[in-house]
């Protein structure tokens, strides 16, 4: 007669593998996620993971709506008034609400009813990054462009600022189909460089000059809303104010974000927004310029701004890292585009601070 044996599960305590991960481990994870949102809800996963997101070094914070509430003006990203009729005005005036959400039902793991957060009432950008105490890299994503045009018109600029502007890139054109356009908009066999007569009698050069200016005034508005921010967190290395429509964005690495703290900002007596300084710029423009992947831009226009007297004697290494800056501004066509239009005749205008 066979015993029948019994076999029986030996009683292994239960443990978490991902407990046995290192701290700088999840932290680099952690990093790869970037979104305020994803983080927020990592947050709330553990007592060791709401000890870690506040860790991050890379944060993006994408603004989804904007509604009027009161709040304080002078905070950053947090400022009322009426309903205003445009973007510019709703960046200035109106805050940036709807990044919040995960944080908002966060409780302490301990069964407290305390938030984790607890300055998440205000729905503020400003006052949500507050909670993140090594942030190194940021980048604020506004919901939309600040400039209105046309459709068809294209129009994407890139700023770099310190304590006020140091270098500004603006491309703009009519963004066409070379395919579906057929023969009519083929470049001008007399094309030689010059600038066309018809440019300056049709409207063109204003209309340059009504986009430098809408540029200069949204790059300037966001960087006076980026006050706060930039006070808060001296661990920053890189800034980016973008929107999602690829529209502009503002830049500030490690030197321009020391020259911010160390100066104090010259704002527009008009607006929320910092002074524009007195600015020399230099205009390259092609009638017709065809682009990868069967587009062409008419009306191609290409203007580099920087501030006059800046002090940089207009040296050679200046003028190397204008050139970096510029060539590196946009990728993609756009970035044919800047190299095209870089080897076409220069035209220099001036521009008073404004």
Not at 30 to 38: A, F, H
Not at 165 to 188: D, I
Not at 219 to 241: E, F
Request: hydrophobic share 40%.
């Amino acid at each position: 007669m066979h015993t029948k044996a019994r076999i029986h599960a030996d009683p292994v305590q239960e443990f978490d593998r991902f407990d046995c991960l290192p701290d700088s481990l999840v932290l680099l994870i952690l990093n790869k996620l970037e979104d305020v949102r994803s983080l927020g809800r990592c947050s709330a996963v553990s007592k060791r993971f709401s000890g870690l997101v506040p860790l991050v070094h890379d944060v993006c914070v994408k603004i989804d709506r904007v509604v009027t509430v009161d709040g304080d003006s002078d905070d950053a990203l947090n400022l009322s008034s009426a309903k205003p009729q445009n973007i510019l005005s709703h960046l200035f005036k109106l805050m940036l609400f709807a990044i919040t959400k995960p944080f908002q039902d966060m409780r302490n793991t301990n069964g407290a009813e305390r938030p984790l957060f607890p300055q998440l009432s205000q729905h503020s950008p400003a006052q949500v990054l507050k909670n993140f105490s090594h942030v190194r890299n940021l980048r604020v994503e506004l919901p939309s462009g600040d400039v209105g045009v046309e459709e068809g018109i294209l129009l994407k600029w890139r700023a770099e600022y310190g304590s006020t502007l140091q270098n500004c890139v603006m491309l703009g054109g009519t963004l066409v189909n070379r395919k579906a356009a057929g023969n009519e908009h083929e470049p001008s066999s007399d094309d030689n460089g010059n600038m066309p007569e018809s440019f300056y009698t049709n409207g063109g050069l204003k209309l340059r000059v009504v986009w430098t200016i809408s540029c200069l005034i949204a790059a300037s508005t966001r960087h006076y809303l980026l006050r706060s921010i930039i006070n808060d967190h001296p661990t920053l290395r890189s800034l980016v104010l973008a929107d999602a429509d690829g529209q502009g964005a503002l830049c500030m690495g490690t030197e321009q974000l020391k020259d911010f703290r160390e100066h104090q900002l010259s704002a527009s007596a008009c607006s929320n927004r910092t002074h524009v300084p007195a600015c020399n710029m230099k205009l390259k423009y092609a009638p017709y310029l065809e682009l990868p992947g069967e587009l062409a831009l008419q009306g191609a226009t290409l203007l580099v701004i920087k501030p006059a007297g800046d002090g940089s004697g207009g040296g050679h290494g200046s003028r190397k890292e204008t050139e970096a800056f510029v060539s590196g501004a946009f990728d993609g066509p756009l970035r044919f585009a800047v190299k095209a239009l870089m080897k076409r005749r220069t035209y220099l205008l001036e521009m008073n601070g404004f």
